[in-house]
Antibody, heavy 128, light 113 residues
Framework: QVQLVESGGGLVKPGGSLRLSCAASGFIFSDYFMFWIRQAPGKGLEWVSY????????YYADSVKGRFTISRDNAKNSLYLQMNSLRAEDTAVYYC?????????????????????WGQGTLVTVSS | DIVMTQSPDSLAVSLGERATINCKSSQSVLYSSNNKNYLAWYQQKPGQPPKLLIYWASTRESGVPDRFSGGGSGTDFTLTISSLQAEDVAVYHCQQYYSTPHTFGQGTKLEIK
């Protein structure tokens, strides 16, 4: 069963730090680009960061660039998001997600694809 | 970045009736080399993560009821629920994967009238 499970969320003061983790199972983790996507309370989905299958390529939304760092440990089938200098506007549920594409009856990692599955999410609250 | 705009923001439909949600992209997400639209739809029920419904604009994910259908091409897309069931109450999101960043619409909240 393909599954992603996030952990590490919680309440933190402005300027503080948190490290989120995402444990993957049921698929070859090292084959896939992985993403962090967040959803502020009552708001839409916002892509935050992604990392290539090897970890050599990372990309960040402008809103978190310079403050967040994405990483992965393929030996542990785990994805991470180190969040520093947190702000109130970073308050959100953070989801990890796998990007894939299906065509011709098979599914695989690709540069352009949709997100499936998603983890259940972990809530980060930044407040004094 | 490609901007995705959904309409309406919220929608109330009677049980058994048709529900239609629109999604418009600021530029075409049709890739000419394979004639595929790089657009997906997700369903998000309260307290749950998004669940993939449709990809390539019109291909239903395995296990998704056939009352859900996706249509459109280029910049204008629709998600249609042919006969609304109580379990379809959710927020629906469109997402383009034509270019990075893979942007989402703002979501459409579907309720029972």
């Amino acid at each position: 069963q393909v599954q992603l499970v996030e952990s590490g969320g919680g309440l933190v003061k402005p300027g503080g730090s948190l490290r989120l983790s995402c444990a993957a199972s049921g698929f070859i983790f090292s084959d896939y680009f992985m993403f962090w996507i967040r959803q502020a309370p009552g708001k839409g989905l916002e892509w935050v960061s992604y990392i290539s299958s090897s970890g050599s390529i990372t990309y960040y939304a402008d809103s978190v660039k310079g403050r967040f760092t994405i990483s992965r440990d393929n030996a542990k089938n785990s994805l991470y998001l180190q969040m520093n200098s947190l702000r109130a506007e970073d308050t959100a549920v953070y989801y990890c997600a796998r990007r894939l594409v299906c065509s011709g009856g098979s599914c695989y990692s690709a540069e352009r694809g949709w997100f499936d599955p998603w983890g259940q999410g972990t809530l980060v609250t930044v407040s004094s | 970045d490609i901007v995705m705009t959904q309409s309406p923001d919220s929608l109330a439909v009677s049980l058994g009736e048709r529900a239609t949600i629109n999604c418009k992209s600021s530029q075409s997400v049709l890739y000419s080399s394979n004639n595929k639209n790089y657009l997906a739809w997700y369903q998000q029920k309260p307290g749950q993560p998004p669940k993939l419904l449709i990809y390539w604009a019109s291909t239903r994910e395995s296990g998704v009821p056939d009352r859900f259908s996706g249509g459109g091409s280029g910049t204008d897309f629709t998600l249609t629920i042919s006969s609304l069931q109580a379990e379809d109450v959710a927020v629906y999101h469109c997402q383009q994967y034509y270019s990075t960043p893979h942007t989402f619409g703002q979501g459409t909240k579907l309720e029972i009238k």
